[in-house]
């Protein structure tokens, strides 16, 4: 029964793929908004930037940016813990594929539904969160369900910045005792389990979504 | 100080100006003109019908005074404010202040209703005279519920667009337009989106609107004996430009134009 004198190591790993999961989807998700906004609504510098943003770390490894944030970064006098610079990676990360997620969404609003705004003179933020929002983010919730559960895999890469994350854990067992298969194994359900969960909970992000979007009374009350 | 002037006319000379006013309009698409050297006023309370085929301009008329779109060249003016503002910039040449007062003045009824789809019929109403005139919620909600009865729909105010049908989207549509209070209404093809049994109880509702007569009506519509029965003047539009206007029983009993007469026999069968 060797397996369960693994369980304590990789269930503390797996809090911390957890943690920097859940923080870089929250961090990443208020990234995509703005700048899915700022593609969509600003005046073109603004959306150029956004677009710069959306580009640069759509375009380039995860790897090599976390790698940037490691090792670069304190030559320049900016250095923070790993696990710190492994959400900062990961957040960028995620708000630059979610601001497309948004930004195709707000497009797909029909231009009717703007035009009927501006007939009856509402200002553009009031359209944006009032109107065009509201449809938008229905159609947003699976795609960003799909984002969360692709960032928690892609989290497994912060144990190359030497975070102690459940990959990290699950190789330095496996350095020790060299039993692979059931290492591994155990960190294939770790992972499976924990996306399970995130599933799952998307799900009732989605559904909560729905309903406030169809009832704005209630949400805004 | 000259711009508030020209926004606030005195009763007396609005009441003898026009409410619309296009003055050598020109309106382009890239290469295409669509409004070309446009002449056409409205006088307040008047309700006037614009007629003519496909593609000859009409809804752009509308929405360029719903300031949907742009205009290149020529004076347009609403109450006697200019849709051009001397220093404008962009493609309205004017702020978005300049546009937002023009729009207080004005709305509009599309033809495919164009209900926000996640707010309830009262929230529909509701919602721009409290986020935009400033009415408190109950005041805005009272506004709605006369309305909503006006057009016949009071016991649907807590149902949402997708479970009413086309003939009660578009009669919300108009309640929802007409609890801005806008001196002007225009109407592109209100009943054109309707299956033909439903066309009916929409016409019902316009038809009653008409006889408000502080309110100055710009329809265009395909119904010709409803355009008959309530407009005071028909225009009939081809390529851009009015052919021919005059009373209703004119128009459809002795047209002058050729053209005039042409299209109102294609249509008429
Ligand atoms: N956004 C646009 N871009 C380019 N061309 C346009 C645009 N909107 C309208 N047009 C063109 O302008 C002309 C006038 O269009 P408009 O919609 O005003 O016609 P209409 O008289 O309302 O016709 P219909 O009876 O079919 O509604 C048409 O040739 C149309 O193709
Ligand atoms: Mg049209």
Known sequence: ?221 | MNKVLAQQPDAASAAAAPVIEFRNVTKRFGALTVLDDFNFAVAPGEKVTLIGPSGSGKSTVLRILMTLEPFQEGQLTLAGIPYHEPNGKGPFRASDRHLHQIRSHVGMVFQSFNLFPHMSVLRNVTEAPAAVLGLSRAEAECRAIDLLRMVGLADKKDHYPAQLSGGQQQRVAIARALAMRPRVLLFDEPTSALDPQLVGEVLGVIRNLASEHDLTMLLVTHEMRFAREVSDRVCFFDKGRIVEEGEPERIFTAPAEPRTREFLQSVLG
């Open chain 1, 1 to 221: 029964m060797d397996w369960l004198t693994y369980l304590p190591s990789l269930a503390q790993g797996a809090l911390v793929t957890a943690w920097i999961t859940l923080a870089s989807i929250a961090i990443g998700a208020a990234l995509a908004f703005a700048a899915g906004i700022a593609r969509v609504e600003g005046g073109r510098a603004v959306s150029t930037l956004a677009l710069c943003y959306t580009e640069v770390f759509r375009g380039t490894s995860l790897l090599v940016q976390l790698f940037w944030l490691y090792y670069a970064l304190p030559l320049v006098g900016l250095s923070f813990d790993p696990v710190t610079t492994g959400i900062v990676g990961l957040s960028l990360h995620v708000g630059a594929y979610g601001s497309e997620i948004v930004r195709g969404a707000l497009n797909a609003v029909p231009v009717a539904q703007r035009e009927a705004a501006r007939a009856l003179n509402f200002g553009r933020v009031h359209t944006l969160m009032r109107i065009c929002l509201p449809q938008a983010i229905v159609e947003m919730m699976p795609a960003f369900g799909n984002l969360a559960i692709e960032t928690l895999k892609l989290s497994s890469l912060v144990s190359l910045i030497s975070i102690a994350d459940l990959t990290f854990r699950a190789q330095s067992i496996r350095n020790i005792t060299l039993d692979s298969a059931t290492v591994y194994t155990l960190t294939l359900v770790g992972y499976f389990l924990m996306s399970l969960v995130l599933m799952l909970a998307m799900r009732l992000i989605e559904r909560m979504v729905r309903r406030g979007a169809a009832f704005p009374r209630a949400a805004h009350a």
